[in-house]
């Protein structure tokens, strides 16, 4: 029998000698090395430092800087440096690392206490370069405790320019108390007036107490007293905007924000604009019925001289993007214009005002929010429809209010695209299919909801494809309308316009889509209508609903409208009308 087993190392004199020594021991050098064991000094080597802005971790040795030359200005013993790091009561720890030309200055809500232990009051760059300076920041969770393991800073600043600044887990809000008479929120916000080629961050937190009069959180990129010689890209999480009354023992009355309290202002033109969501702060569900939406969301508003891509992942609530802070006050107040805009949440209260054309335009959730719009009454007076009964009162969106939900102005628009905001349901009216899948089962049909709800589209001269699912309630697609003029008390409709090829699934229900077409004493549809020269192309699967509501620009009708209609079904059949001052069929 032969075995497999490997043989021994070791010589057969060896193994077959009796009282052999036992083999010989490491040496006991691990205990005298260099390297870290039980017994030497505990220096940290697991600092969070990454790279640039592509959160790769570096090279860094915590003991080299710790025992540099004691005249030489080293980070880790200050608050000031190329690396500076901190770590708060809870155990969250943060780096800020600043690579290429410039240091970083970092001071907490406790400045004299020798120790970075606190919320970040200020974050000031130095000494930086608009195209070589890179600036990263990290977070790391506590091991001890539970947290979201983010780190608050009350300001950031930097007048001179700073090529990348990225702070993952960093949040913008107010962490230290204001002098005696000073409004909350005073200092608060991201002053670059150098400009930043790549601003990223994780959210912005605005409480706003109209009780002590609290400012607004203000992220500024430039002087306006100087041209911004580059275009920034901005990038962050979410924006919590929440006003509300800390005194007030009652619900606040439905009254909108139009002042704002949140302001991203960029002197110059914003490349990007990615971020989240902007709506107000998540309160415990038996609190709700405190903060209405409509009352205590507060006003997102950017102000730039245009916007090339603009993109909201999530809902954006209350949110406006013009050149001043009031926007559609004038031809003066609109962007130059936006290359793209999509808007992948759902939307209430959403306004672009473009004096310029935007190339691409897209709402996946709708433009206006459906919650609480009632069509009409039954003939017992109750509101219908029937299926949205239930809804609390402090969901309900700006539409219910009889507000305006939604209004985008530009020259042209490129494409359009709206999706719908909801989904209904619907059961057969014969009894005899109400349970065609099985019995105590009610059969259902999933159908589109609104896709534009007391929304407001036009265009000065053209909009392109134009492609519409859903319900069309209370709401105008309008080319060949100045809203300017309109705003001024002249009359809007001024300029040859063209709008498709269009495609359109949905019920208009008083929604209207027109070309250079003016109503007859804000009716549409009357023989003394006034077609200009204005061109429909498209079909649609619709029927049309006049209940006899206004639409946001305070005509009443439902249909499409133009002097010319061609590519297919668009209804109503064309009525006589008055072109060019002259009556035709």
Known sequence: MRFNRRRSDRPDSARC?????????????????????????????????????????????????LLSHPDTQNSLLGNEGKI???????????????????????????PNDGSLDDAIDT?????????????????????????????????????????????NGFSLGQTVTPVA??????NTGIFL????????????????????????????????????????????????????????????????????????????????????????????AWQQFLFPTIATTGRTSVQAAGIGHLNVAGAATNFTASRTAQPFQNGYSGLSGIKSANFNGPTDAVGLDVNGPIGRLKFNKGLGNPTGVFLGTSASGAEVPATLYGTPLDQ??????????????????GSLTVNPANVVTQSPTNPDFTQITRQGTLFTVPRPGNALTNATIVAAQNIGKVQILGNQVNSEVKSGFDYNSFAAGLEGTRAASRIGRLHQNGTLINGVTSATYRPFMKFYGTPADTAGPGTIVGNTKTILADTGAA???????????????????????????????????
């Open 396 to 413: 309900y969106g700006y539409a219910a209010a009889g507000l305006v939900d939604g209004q985008v102005t530009a020259t042209n628009i």
């Open 84 to 110: 500076v790091s901190g770590k708060d009561r809870q155990g969250n720890e943060w780096t800020i690392v600043v690579h290429g030309p410039g240091e970083v200055i970092v001071t907490d809500t406790t």
């Open 17 to 65: 000698r009796l009282g052999s020594n036992l083999e010989t021991l490491e040496g006991r050098t691990l205990l005298t090395s260099g390297g870290p064991h039980p017994f030497s000094v505990y220096l940290p080597k697991d600092l969070s430092v990454y790279t640039l802005h592509t959160d790769t971790p570096a090279a860094y040795n915590v003991k080299h800087q």
């Open 551 to 585: 639409t946001t620009l305070g005509n009443s009708g439902a249909g499409f409208f133009a002097a010319q209609k061609r590519g297919g079904y668009l209804p109503p059949p064309q009525s006589p009308t008055r072109v060019h001052g002259r009556l035709v069929k």
């Open 123 to 167: 974050i000031q760059l130095i000494g930086t370069d608009i195209h070589r300076t890179y600036v990263t920041g990290n977070v790391v969770g506590s091991f001890r405790v539970q947290t979201n393991s983010t780190t608050p800073f009350n300001r950031l600043i930097a007048t001179e320019g700073v090529r990348s600044i990225v702070l």
């Open 193 to 284: 007036t150098g400009g930043v080629q790549y601003l990223s961050f994780h959210d912005i937190i605005a409480p706003i107490d109209t009780a002590t009069s609290d400012a607004a959180i203000n992220v500024v990129i430039g002087d306006p007293s100087t041209p911004l010689a580059v275009q920034p890209s901005i990038h962050l999480d979410s924006i919590f905007n929440t006003v509300f009354n800390s005194t007030s023992t009652t619900v606040p009355p439905v009254v909108p924000v139009t002042t704002p309290t949140v302001n991203i202002i960029v002197n110059g033109q914003i490349k990007n604009l990615d971020f989240i969501s902007t709506t107000n702060d998540t309160v415990p």
């Open 181 to 186: 008479g000073a409004p909350n929120n005073e």
